[in-house]
Each structure stands twice: as C-alpha cells, then as structure tokens.
C-alpha cells in the first residue's frame, strides 16, 4: 500500500529556513515524479513545486521560485523541500503528492498524498 | 484569487444531486488541458475523486462523475450522502503561469 509521511514542519522566523521531508513506500519510488502542495490555514490548495523521477526537471510556482528547493534522494525513497528566506505567506500545511502519469491515457494527477505538515512563520 | 473558480459553497439534501462547476479560461481549461477533481474530508489531505475530467479511480463510488466544455469543468454527486460532506477542488495546467493550479475550493454542505 502506498503511503507518504510528511515531516520537519514547525515554528519558523521570518527569513528563517526550514528543510521538509516525506518519506515513501509501497511503491518503487524512482519511477514516479513527486510534488509538493500546500494549503495556508483556512485557505485552498496552492500547488509548490514537483521534479522528474530523476530529479533532472524541477518546476516551481512563482511565489517560491528561488526562495524553496525541491531535491530526491531515490536510494532513501526520500523527498524533500529546502525553504529559504520564509515569509509569513508561507505559513501552511505543505502536504507531498505522487505526481502520477497514466500510461494508458496520458494524464498526470496526484494520486497519494501524505497527511501533511505544518509550517509556521512567525516572530 | 484563484485561476480556476468554483462557487465557495454548494449544499444539498441526502438523496438529491448537486454539481460544482470550475470556470477557467483559454490558457487553461479552454486549451484542453486536463481537469481533476480532490475531496478534502475535514481535517485530512486531499484524495483523488476524478481524474482526465470524467475518469474514476478504484474505489470512488459511481455517484461521483466529472465533465468538462469549453472552459468549464463540472462535477456532479447523485444520491447525496451525508458522508459526502467535504471540500472539493479542480485542478489543471496554466499555460500563462506555466504550472499546475487549483480551484479556490468549494464546501459541500450535506442538510
């Protein structure tokens, strides 16, 4: 069964750091691109950033886009999020997703989700 | 303000159907980029409901079906149940922003 465990969230400072990890099983982790996605308090769902089965393509969303960065370790089923420079908008579960392609029709979802972690930026 | 927009709230009795639309525009939607659809239960992640607009993973009752035209995408839940009450959110591709982008979320109130 897959699963993935969210961990490292907490109480940060602004312009603080904060390093982000999930942990995956259940499935063969290097054949699946992996994503981050975060919701602030009360608020919906903003996507972050994702990166190849490789780690050889990276994207990110404007708001994080030299400020956070998304890396694997795939001998360690391991992903991660380095959060730089942390802004009180930043303060938001931030929850790791498979991104899945389906072979078979050729869309790509996120199918799993971790159960989250909560980041804080405050004084 | 979100890419996608949904209505914030949409609420119906057990046993009838509700529909939540997602309205995008030509660079995301309207450019046939596909569309799918997460239930957040209170106080969980998101899960999968619909994939590629209309398709239902394992394990997803046939009450839940997806639909999209034009810039819009619709989902619809028959035979309402109370169990159904939770947020839902659309998601795709914006060719402008050059990423994935999600719904502002719609809560599914259950009376």
């Known amino acids: 069964q897959v699963q993935l465990v969210d961990s490292g969230g907490g109480l940060v400072k602004p312009g603080g750091s904060l390093r982000l990890s999930c942990a995956a099983s259940g499935f063969t982790f290097s054949d699946y691109y992996m994503s981050w996605i975060r919701q602030a308090p009360g608020k919906g769902l903003e996507w972050v950033s994702y990166?190849?089965?490789?780690?050889?393509?990276?994207y990110y969303a404007v708001s994080v886009k030299g400020r956070f960065t998304i890396s694997r370790d795939n001998a360690k089923n391991s992903l991660y999020l380095q959060m730089n420079s942390l802004r009180a908008e930043d303060t938001a579960v931030y929850y790791c997703?498979?991104?899945?392609?389906?072979?078979?029709?050729?869309?790509?979802?996120?199918?799993?989700w971790g159960q989250g972690t909560l980041v804080t930026v405050s004084s | 303000q979100s890419v996608l927009t949904q209505p914030p709230s949409v609420s119906g009795a057990p046993g009838q159907r509700v529909t939540i639309s997602c309205t995008g525009s030509s660079s995301n939607i309207g450019a046939d980029y596909d569309v799918h659809w997460y239930q957040q239960l209170p106080g969980t992640a998101p899960k999968l409901l619909i994939y590629g607009n209309s398709n239902r993973p394992s394990g997803v009752p046939d009450r839940f079906s997806g639909s999209k035209s034009g810039t819009s995408a619709s989902l619809a839940i028959t035979g309402l149940q109370a169990e159904d009450g939770a947020d839902y959110y659309c998601q795709s591709y914006d060719s402008s922003l050059s990423g994935l982008v999600f719904g502002g979320g719609t809560k599914l109130t259950v009376l």
């Open positions: 997703a498979r991104y899945n392609y389906d072979i078979l029709t050729g869309y790509w979802y996120f199918d799993y």
């Open positions: 990166i190849s089965s490789s780690g050889t393509t990276i």
